[in-house]
């Protein structure tokens, strides 16, 4: 069975292992470093199974996978602090965005399994979606294998490292664009009279009908917004478009590649 290793133990890591919980995945063995303490002792409550440690990465480091759950400024720094546990026939994966599989290939020139993915919140509950791209050197049933155990976990498209940084700011932060404003409609719902579960369950069938409907009912976006005539926000729209390009286009150009 495949062993597993994480350098980081933080937000990344728990809702992988939380996905692979869910899915029923088994590994020979789960490693962690984190030099937290705190965020290990919690993860190892969580995750029982797992072995851990804030001293020593070289055990989650010469697993089979080992992913690298670290934001970009640390995240060179530590791989080379690593590189000498990392074997050659590793499947390495960056979970960050920024770093290009050919600057981490600067570390560890001989690893030919390298991989980049920005794993999103869905993943938590096996509804992820997980866009990942390999290095052309990667092992086919390397690659393979790996796809086959994330898709139990949500959508994996393998895509273009070109468009690796474009999906991390609309796939893994977009859940954040939206949770603010479902929360504050379901606390709007409850106030008129909705239970917990009529609410949970209103916003959510809205939701799966609102993409639906806009992506997939052949109509064009004018004839789409025109179906409901009422726009309580319709005042605000311009505005908030405006927020979405300036904070979007800003946080994009901080974590493309150079």
């Known amino acids: 069975m495949k062993t597993i290793g994480f350098i980081g133990g933080g937000r990344i890591t728990r809702i992988l292992l939380n996905g692979f919980k869910n899915a029923k995945v088994s590994f020979g063995k789960i490693s962690v470093y984190e030099t937290d303490e705190a965020v290990l002792k919690v993860l190892k409550s969580d995750f029982p199974q797992i072995?851990?440690?804030?001293?020593?990465?070289?055990?989650?480091?010469?697993?089979?996978?080992?992913?690298?759950?670290?934001?970009?400024?640390?995240?060179?720094?530590?791989?080379a602090k690593i590189k000498n546990s990392i074997r050659k026939d590793t499947l390495v994966v960056s979970l960050a965005p920024k770093i290009t599989i050919e600057k981490i290939?600067?570390?560890?020139?001989?690893?030919?399994?390298i991989a980049r993915m920005n794993p999103n919140a869905g993943t938590y509950v096996n509804k992820g979606y997980n866009p990942v791209c390999f290095a052309s050197s990667a092992d086919k049933n390397i690659v393979n294998e790996f796809l086959t155990i994330f898709e139990k976990l949500g959508q994996v498209p393998v895509a273009e490292e070109s468009k690796i940084e474009a999906y991390a700011t609309i796939s893994a932060m977009?859940?954040?664009y939206f949770w603010y404003q479902l929360q504050e409609l379901k606390e709007l719902a409850l106030s008129y009279g909705l239970s917990e579960t009529e609410a949970n369950e209103t916003i959510t069938a809205m939701l799966w009908g609102t993409t639906e409907t806009l992506f997939n009912s052949g109509l064009k976006y004018n004839e789409v917004v025109d179906l409901v005539p009422v726009k309580p926000m319709a005042e605000h729209e311009n505005t908030i478009r405006e927020?979405?390009?300036?904070?979007?286009?800003?946080?994009?150009?901080?974590?493309?590649?150079?």
């Open 51 to 79: 072995e851990t440690s804030d001293t020593d990465p070289s055990v989650a480091a010469s697993s089979d996978w080992v992913f690298i759950a670290l934001h970009p400024p640390v995240l060179m720094e530590t791989l």
């Open 105 to 113: 290939r600067t570390v560890i020139p001989e690893v030919k399994n």
């Open 174 to 176: 977009g859940h954040t």
């Open 243 to 258: 927020y979405y390009k300036t904070c979007l286009n800003g946080i994009y150009q901080k974590i493309k590649p150079l």
